[in-house]
């Protein structure tokens, strides 16, 4: 049964790998709680203050209107109108005690970071996230890569396996490859992994035929699932997390950076309304869907919660990337791990991110960077809607409901050539009903994932070729005339060879071009793809 009632959260050293149970406290970084071992004095570092020009949080509108949107966005930003700002300084040394300083923030510190930044934190993800037992823990890291690095470090070891959707973050899969660590593919439907295959992964494991134990850590991504764009909401959550608990014992690494951009189903343009927000915190955190954390599965004693998660939080989509700044929440056996890791490895993160965020969100309070999250997630929404809408334009798009796999229960998006007014069996081709691509609007995230139809079109000596080569073929044409996708085949967490035939994909990044440049990048899109099918 799930119970809002908290709890301590259950034992779950077991699951820790060899080098994290064999981690110490590192020499150094112990003597710090008593004396400042080899530390230079903050009188000799070169900046006597840190000051920055913040924008306002009520510097983008909560209205989705065209004039207040991506087209307000690129006027203010792009005229050179000066927008109104704020300014903070983090002075050399505390005016009153307890005040955030340089002499602290520049200094050697303990890997669990500036303190006002672990309370900023804390804080933050007790208001939104509002985990479901009592003595959880936050810990400051240096963005979700460092915080998967170290989180796979803890849990795994060389030869064994973790869970993940077929289609992943590419990064995440790389950085563990050299340990020795192998995804194992969930499948995946509109929500991102499927409940159902997993359980039936798990349920019918083999370890002879795998050659590895049944995994007991999952990556996942329910949010702006990458590359995907999927959503996966609390029922979902719920099952995934009741598997994990009741069937086998499995550690869910929760990795969100794009929780604040839940945009929505994509609506058409014709059928859009305008609609303006209220500016309510409360009213947007029910909004958004739930993190994992809010589900804790409660023995019938209620003396434990099996608290099988790790979240790993970052401030690169909501503030900025350079920061290299995050946090984990976890239970305090993984946290102490953690922090161990990060003893000998990345340390603190650097003083400098620290101290401007930790100003920044002093200053804007927590209502404040919550109507700022607020109106970032409609600005991505105007992104995404103008870059759909462009293809709209480009191609004709038919929607339909999907009924396998993947796309099972979810909207997708079939794109095919428009006709064009030329007299020929060229033209007649290009206006064919005939799908070249396809995708599901996304719902949250900055992506949208195309599926490639390409060997529809495909006719000898061609047809010999498998899907990442023609892949790659059509890249290689778009990168020529201008254009870059990432090609799907490195987000597969299976195994890709040349020859495999399948379906191709492109994830395209709708998050930074401006209008035109959207504009111009989907015409050349249309114009290569043209040609590239009719010479398949």
């Given at each position: ?5 908290q709890a ?6 077991h ?8 981690r110490l ?15 230079p004095p903050?009188?000799y ?20 209107s ?28 505390p005016?009153?005690?307890?005040d955030l ?18 309370d ?5 993800t007790?208001?939104v996230?509002?985990p479901?037992?009592k003595n ?8 979700n890569?460092?915080g ?6 803890t849990?795994?070891?060389p030869g ?10 590419a ?9 020795g660590v192998?995804?194992?593919p969930?499948a995946?439907d509109?929500?991102g ?30 949010i702006?699932?990458n590359?995907?764009?999927a ?13 994990c ?12 950076p794009?929780?604040?951009?839940q ?16 500016s309510?915190?409360?009213?947007f955190?029910a909004?958004?869907?739930?993190s ?8 019938t004693s ?6 099988r998660?790790?979240?790993l939080?970052?401030?690169s989509?909501?503030v900025?990337?350079?920061c ?6 976890c ?6 791990r953690?922090?161990r890791?990060?003893e000998?490895?990345?340390q603190s ?10 100003a920044?969100?002093?200053?804007w ?8 999250l ?14 759909l ?34 007299f020929?069996?060229k033209?007649?081709l ?5 799908p070249v ?6 719902s949250?995230?900055?992506?949208v994932?195309l ?18 080569q ?7 044409e778009l ?10 085949y ?9 020859d495999m035939h399948?379906?191709?994909h ?21 114009a ?9």
């Amino acid at each position: 049964m799930y119970s809002e009632k908290q709890a301590d959260a259950i034992d779950l050293s077991h699951h820790l790998s060899d080098v994290s149970k064999a981690r110490l406290v590192s020499p150094l970084k112990g003597l710090q709680k008593y004396m400042k071992p080899g530390t230079p004095p903050p009188d000799y570092f070169p900046f006597a203050s840190l000051s920055g020009e913040l924008l306002v949080p009520n510097s983008f509108p909560l209205s989705t209107s065209p004039s207040s949107s991506l087209s307000w966005f690129w006027r203010l930003f792009g005229s050179g109108k000066k927008e109104k700002t704020e300014t903070v300084t983090v002075q050399k040394w505390p005016a009153q005690p307890g005040d955030l300083n340089l002499a602290q923030l520049l200094q050697y510190s303990p890997a669990t970071g500036d303190s006002h930044l672990a309370d900023i934190v804390k804080e933050f993800t007790d208001k939104v996230y509002q985990p479901a037992y009592k003595n959880y823990t936050t810990l400051v890291s240096a963005g979700n890569t460092d915080g998967w690095g170290r989180a796979a470090l803890t849990l795994l070891n060389p030869g064994e396996g973790f869970l993940a959707c077929e289609w992943t973050y590419a990064s995440a899969l790389a950085s563990i490859k050299p340990w020795g660590v192998k995804p194992v593919p969930i499948a995946m439907d509109g929500q991102g992994m499927s409940s159902l295959d997993l359980r039936n992964t798990l349920a019918n494991w083999d370890e002879n035929a795998r050659g590895m134990k049944r995994p007991h850590v999952m990556y996942i991504i329910p949010i702006g699932q990458n590359p995907t764009g999927a959503t996966m909401q609390a029922q979902r959550k719920k099952e995934i997390y009741e598997i994990c608990v009741n069937l086998v014992y499995v550690i869910i690494v929760e990795d969100d950076p794009y929780y604040f951009l839940q945009e929505g189903e994509y609506v058409p343009k014709a059928a859009r309304v305008n609609v303006t927000q209220e500016s309510d915190e409360e009213k947007f955190i029910a909004s958004l869907a739930p993190s994992f954390l809010k589900y804790a599965f409660l023995l019938t004693s209620y003396l434990f919660a099996y608290w099988r998660v790790i979240r790993l939080d970052t401030f690169s989509k909501t503030v900025a990337p350079g920061c290299r700044l995050g946090w984990f929440t976890c239970n305090p056996l993984f946290a102490e791990r953690l922090e161990r890791a990060g003893e000998t490895s990345t340390q603190s993160p650097c003083g400098f991110g620290q101290g401007m965020v930790a100003a920044l969100l002093l200053h804007w309070h927590f209502e404040g960077y919550i109507r700022w999250l607020q109106a970032l997630r409609l600005q991505y929404q105007a992104r995404r809607d103008f870059f759909l809408d462009s293809l709209a334009t480009e191609f004709h798009l038919d929607l339909a409901i999907g009924t396998l796999g993947q796309r099972q229960g979810a909207r997708v998006c079939y794109a095919s050539l428009k006709p064009q007014r030329v007299f020929s069996e060229k033209a007649a081709l290009q206006g064919s009903t005939k799908p070249v691509f396809s995708f599901i609007p996304p719902s949250s995230g900055m992506f949208v994932w195309l599926k490639l139809h390409l060997e529809d079109f495909v006719t000898s000596p061609l047809s010999t070729l498998g899907y990442k080569q023609l892949e790659m073929k059509l890249w290689a044409e778009l990168a020529e005339a201008g254009v870059l996708f990432g090609p799907g085949y490195i987000f597969s967490a299976a195994d890709v060879s040349d020859d495999m035939h399948g379906d191709g994909h492109f994830r395209i990044a709708y998050s930074s071009a401006s209008e035109e440049e959207v504009k111009k990048a989907v015409t050349i899109f249309g114009a290569v793809i043209r040609k590239f099918v009719l010479e398949l």
